[in-house]
């Protein structure tokens, strides 16, 4: 299985930015899709996450700022991610259960 993200960058702060992840080599549904991150010195934590019925997880930081979207014939989750602050730069990786985990993709948001 192998997952491939892109959407990464920098990005001004109050900005908005999407991440997408495609999973291949998968020949069975996928339950859960969804996103991680780790911040410098911090451990990685859950962004959002999507079951294949559209139930959605979102870590407490998000405050409906952020999105997330699966197509589950496609085997693709994106992330949409609005009003970016500064603690929002980290690595953010791609999972689907397994689990599997995407090389992670940087989003440094800054002024």
């Known amino acids: 299985v192998q997952l491939q993200a892109c959407g990464g960058g920098w990005v001004q702060t109050g900005r908005s930015l999407r991440l997408s992840c495609v999973a291949s080599g998968s020949d069975f549904g996928i339950h859960i899709m969804g996103w991680y991150r780790r911040a410098p010195g911090k451990q990685r934590e859950l962004v959002a996450t999507?079951?294949?019925?559209?139930?959605?997880t979102y870590g407490d930081f998000v405050k409906g700022r952020f999105t997330i979207s699966r197509d589950s014939a496609k085997n693709t989750v994106d992330l949409q991610m609005n009003s970016l602050r500064s603690e929002d730069t980290a690595v953010y990786y791609c999972y689907i259960t397994g689990p599997y985990w995407g090389r992670g993709t940087q989003v440094t948001v800054s002024s």
């Open positions: 999507m079951t294949r019925s559209g139930s959605t």
